[in-house]
């Protein structure tokens, strides 16, 4: 299986986005999937995250109001729409599934499969 996502680039503050995250060879509403990103000199963060069962959603403080995940099961397609973008949104965002425990919950070690990433910056 793998993870492809599409949809980063270059964006002003207050600006939007909508970062994709598309399967191929395993069918992606079976498991839970999460947004990660890191930006340079940090940790990796959860952004997002939808488990696998009843499709409840995790977002982190700083993101609330302003993310939302969801899935297009037709296309196997998990999607990010992010606006109010801020400066401090810039970094590689990569998406993840757990195929394992479909919790849905930002711990990293439990992504068995993980796309290439792709790169979000906000400036003016």
């Known amino acids: 299986g793998q993870l492809v996502e599409s949809g980063g680039g270059l964006v002003q503050p207050g600006g939007s986005l909508r970062l994709s995250c598309a399967a191929s060879g395993f069918t992606l509403d079976y498991y839970a999937i999460c947004w990660f990103r890191q930006a340079p000199g940090k940790e990796r963060e959860g952004v997002s995250c939808?488990?696998?069962?009843?499709?409840?959603?995790y977002y982190t403080d700083s993101v609330k109001g302003r993310f939302t995940i969801s899935r297009d099961n037709a296309k196997n397609t998990v999607y990010l729409q992010m606006n109010s973008l801020k400066p401090e949104d810039t970094a590689v965002y990569t998406c993840?599934?757990?195929?394992?425990?479909?919790?849905?919950?930002?711990?990293?070690?439990?992504?068995?499969?993980w796309g290439q990433g792709t790169q979000v910056t906000v400036s003016s």
């Open positions: 939808i488990n696998r069962s009843d499709g409840s959603t």
């Open positions: 993840a599934a757990d195929t394992q425990t479909g919790w849905g919950t930002p711990n990293p070690s439990l992504y068995d499969y």
